[in-house]
């Protein structure tokens, strides 16, 4: 079969075309609550780390639509793993909701197959002796503090999770009545992102550290110093997933900010082995990684400034203390990067050993279970 030359002409220009893009995720697209419902029996759920082998279970999600009509879709959910999995921390875990490609069709919940769901835990214990009991009110508090955390990573860069914040209420599934109403949010999946982002999201014990891209972990670094996090690693891949770029570079993503300064949980209490004693104080945890740019990370962060202090105010029942506490919180890292001697002091001279160690500060929280 001959080829003309027109035709080699248009399949040359097609193959310096860049990637279509995946399509916006409807989901992510709005940042009002969406108000939902969905149908969970927790306490017939099998937990995780309690049971072998745990599959998902039928439920139902409830939405309204535009016009304001109930719909409902059909999905499966299963509680997620980790520390808030456990019955004796929350009695209301986190969960993964599964979708199937033809329910989902005209919703806000097209695209999606499976999302994680962060819910308000609802009880636990208390590291503060004084501590007797934690009111649902302070639970649904450090959900939605934890949710601005995502949002704050957000804007500092688009290589993190997308979060949707829902009214949500968990009726039981003979139940007539709606169930009390909480906060809980979506994130995106890993997937998804790496779909989005044009990456490849990497299995866990993915890390090489001759190809860590030595920007994103710093900026990574400087956003769980912000939140005043320590319950995390790179190395380790401890509350980090890894993309794998084009360009072969990995770049970190953070989840899972319920142990940091910002949130101030009861139950949280910086990693074992770091010369501080409780969240809200800073540790630095970025590593001295050649190629680390970290005037231009200070300049973006200090520019940022008056949008991360005031995103609380668009957090809907964040509750005054919250953002007041918020964000003095916040200020307190500000005054740090803004100051010439106190960001050399407290991050560019404060940098952990380069290349990482095989053990860091979260291998003891790994052994312990947390």
């Known amino acids: 079969m001959s080829v003309t030359p027109r035709?080699?002409?248009?399949?040359?220009?097609?193959?310096?075309?860049?990637?279509?893009?995946?399509?916006?995720?409807?989901?992510?697209?709005?940042?009002?609550?969406?108000?939902?419902?969905?149908?969970?029996?927790?306490?017939?759920?099998?937990?995780?780390?309690?049971?072998?082998?745990c599959d998902f279970s039928p439920s139902r999600l409830d939405y309204r639509d535009d016009s304001g009509q109930r719909r409902s879709i059909p999905v499966r959910i299963k509680i997620r793993g980790g520390w808030r999995s456990l019955s004796q921390n929350c009695s209301?875990?986190?969960?993964?909701?599964?979708?199937?490609?033809?329910?989902?069709?005209?919703?806000?919940?097209?695209?999606?197959?499976?999302l994680p769901l962060t819910t308000h835990c609802g009880k636990g214990f208390s590291l503060d002796p004084s501590v007797r009991e934690i009111r649902r009110s302070d639970y649904e508090q450090y959900l939605l503090r934890e949710f601005l955390g995502h949002?704050?990573?957000?804007?500092?860069?688009?290589?993190?999770?997308?979060?949707?914040?829902?009214?949500?209420?968990?009726?039981?599934p003979d139940s007539k009545g709606g169930g009390v109403g909480h906060y809980a949010f979506f994130s995106e999946h890993f997937d998804a992102l790496a779909a989005r982002l044009g990456a490849e999201r990497l299995p866990r014990g993915s890390f090489d550290h001759t190809r860590l891209d030595a920007q994103s972990a710093a900026t990574l670094a400087l956003f769980q110093y912000l939140i005043g996090n320590t319950d995390w690693s790179i190395a380790r891949e401890r509350n980090t997933?890894?993309?794998?770029?084009?360009?072969?570079?990995?770049?970190?993503?953070?989840?899972?900010?319920?142990?940091?300064?910002?949130?101030?949980?009861?139950?949280?209490?910086?990693?074992?082995?770091?010369?501080?004693?409780?969240?809200?104080?800073?540790y630095f945890l970025g590593y001295c990684q050649p190629g680390t740019e970290w005037e231009p990370l200070f300049e973006q962060l200090a520019a940022q400034q008056a949008a991360i202090l005031s995103m609380a105010d668009g957090i809907p029942g964040l509750s005054r203390n919250s953002k007041?506490?918020?964000?003095?919180?916040?200020?307190?890292?500000?005054?740090?990067?803004?100051?010439?001697?106190?960001?050399?002091?407290?991050?560019?001279?404060?940098?952990?050993?380069?290349?990482?160690?095989?053990?860091?500060?979260t291998s003891a929280l790994e052994s312990g279970g947390r």
């Open 151 to 172: 949002r704050i990573y957000n804007l500092i860069t688009e290589r993190s999770l997308r979060v949707r914040l829902l009214r949500i209420r968990y009726p039981k």
């Open 92 to 114: 209301v875990p986190l969960l993964w909701v599964e979708f199937a490609a033809g329910d989902v069709a005209g919703t806000p919940f097209e695209g999606q197959s499976l």
């Open 7 to 53: 035709l080699l002409l248009l399949c040359a220009a097609l193959a310096v075309l860049p990637a279509r893009a995946p399509a916006a995720a409807p989901l992510f697209a709005s940042d009002q609550p969406l108000d939902v419902s969905l149908t969970a029996d927790f306490p017939s759920l099998c937990r995780p780390r309690e049971t072998e082998d």
């Open 241 to 282: 997933t890894l993309l794998r770029f084009a360009d072969d570079r990995l770049v970190p993503v953070p989840y899972d900010l319920d142990m940091s300064g910002l949130v101030n949980a009861t139950y949280a209490g910086p990693a074992p082995g770091l010369p501080i004693d409780e969240v809200r104080e800073r």
């Open 324 to 361: 007041k506490s918020v964000e003095a919180f916040l200020r307190g890292f500000f005054a740090v990067i803004t100051s010439a001697e106190q960001r050399q002091d407290s991050i560019v001279r404060a940098c952990r050993p380069w290349p990482p160690a095989a053990t860091d500060h």
